[in-house]
């Protein structure tokens, strides 16, 4: 999904992460951020809630937010030249969290959309699913900004991305079945590692039964907030072009706990957000239509 910069490239930033929570010197982080912003292009770029209009560059649409749920927003900004959308998800509580981060170019604007439902230096956490551009590109500004923030992962993410990466800031990596309490909103996570990753978790919100599922379930090209569509065979015809799936075995596994789950709404990274009523439609496509990687890469066909 494109390649991010790293936050902080300074020996100062560096700080070794473990699996669990843990607080580093911020001053000396935040500090080390701000002179690095100090030498970046700042765009800010936003409008009203619900609104979307071209950027300055032309080549994708404003952000846009919807409320998706109780206390839930789903920030959107749909790229016509990757045909897919992009998507944060705010969950307001007395504990916020931000669920994905967007890539690093997009932080400003994803930041702009954010300040729009809640001030952002109050994110309590700051959930990235899996470590990808998409997910984690603007987690260092993030944490650097909310004093409080702690980066949410799973333990494995934790263990074979943090132990070294350029990243300094407290972070919890957990396991499945762990809970972050945000208030009136329980997060549940689930390890589902190589769906798409071999770090990848979701998150799942107790309160509104709602899935945080990231690459799983997503509909190309500009969705509405809700879809009730059944585009589950141009999701598999997606996820088969982009070879974004090594194999099977692991989403159907992952897909067969969740039709037990029964999640009310799931809220996907790509895409709009999905009622009870037709996810079994996307369940039904992946189980029956081919999905999984067949040489071809973002529709490039390997010579091998």
Not at 98 to 106: E, I, Q, R, S
Not at 204 to 214: H, I, N, V
Not at 279 to 301: K, M, N
Request: hydrophobic letters at 40%.
């Amino acid at each position: 999904m494109g390649a991010s910069r790293a936050v902080g490239n300074s020996p100062e930033c560096f700080a070794l992460i473990e699996a669990d929570t843990r607080r580093v010197d911020r001053r000396r982080f935040t500090e080390s951020i701000q002179r690095w912003l100090s030498h970046s292009r700042a765009r800010y770029l936003h409008g009203p809630p619900g609104t979307r209009r071209p950027d300055v560059e032309g080549n994708r649409t404003m952000a846009r937010i919807d409320q998706v749920g109780d206390g839930i927003y789903r920030i959107s900004v749909f790229t016509p030249e990757k045909r897919i959308s992009f998507n944060q998800f705010v969950i307001n509580d007395e504990r916020p969290a931000l669920v994905h981060t967007g890539v690093y170019p997009m932080y400003e604007e994803v930041r702009a959309a954010v300040s729009q439902i809640l001030d952002p230096s109050r994110l309590a956490y700051v959930i990235v699913p899996h470590f990808e551009a998409d997910e984690c590109g603007g987690m260092g500004r993030f944490v650097a900004e909310a004093k409080e923030a702690v980066l949410v992962c799973s333990a494995a993410g934790a263990r074979i991305n943090l132990l070294q990466w350029d990243y300094a800031g407290p972070v919890k990596g957990v396991q499945d079945g762990d809970v972050v309490d945000l208030g009136k909103h329980r997060l549940r996570f689930l390890e589902t590692p190589h769906v798409h990753h071999w770090d990848s978790m979701m998150a799942f919100d107790e309160t509104t039964r709602s899935l945080f599922p990231s690459d799983l379930f997503i509909q190309p090209g500009e969705q509405p907030p809700i879809v009730h569509e059944n585009l589950g065979k141009d999701m598999c015809q997606w996820y088969r072009a982009a070879g974004l799936f090594a194999g099977e075995k692991p989403v159907l596994r992952v897909v067969d706990y969740l039709a037990v789950l029964d999640p009310q709404w799931v809220h996907p990274m790509h895409g709009g957000s999905l009622p009870r009523d037709i996810l079994p439609r996307y369940v039904h496509a992946l189980r029956t239509e081919p999905f999984v990687f067949d040489g071809r890469i973002f529709g490039r066909t390997l010579p091998w």
